[in-house]
């Protein structure tokens, strides 16, 4: 089956005119609050890229991709906003599965 650029922009166009009558288009309630513009502020003021963070038994752990500090650094906290504390690397040898090359 051949589609020709005509049947396509037709396509195109009927699928943008319905658009905004999707329910997801309709999903933001008028009264509620404009969502925070406030970025957050930096908190492990380190090497430490791409962080994950969560909270176990009420202390605060992050882990991050590789950096100076190892293949999955990691650090704790009491709180969520600090002071963190970087305790050094999660995995510091390669995993078997690797095959000790240190593919993470």
Do not use: K
């Not at 658009?19 to 406030?38: F, G």
């Not at 962080?51 to 969520?80: L, Q």
């Amino acid at each position: 089956m051949r589609i020709t650029t005509g049947a396509l922009l037709g396509a195109v166009a009927v699928f943008a005119a319905l658009l905004p009558l999707s329910p997801a288009a309709n999903a933001q309630d008028a009264d509620a609050p404009a969502p925070s513009s406030v970025a957050p502020g930096l908190v492990i003021d380190d090497d430490f890229p791409d962080p994950d963070v969560f909270t176990e038994n009420g202390a605060h752990w992050a882990y991050s991709t590789g950096s100076r500090h190892g293949r999955v650094p990691y650090a704790t906290a009491a709180g969520p906003d600090g002071p963190w504390t970087i305790q050094g690397d999660a995995m510091p040898e390669p995993p078997a599965w690797t095959g000790g090359s240190g593919g993470l």
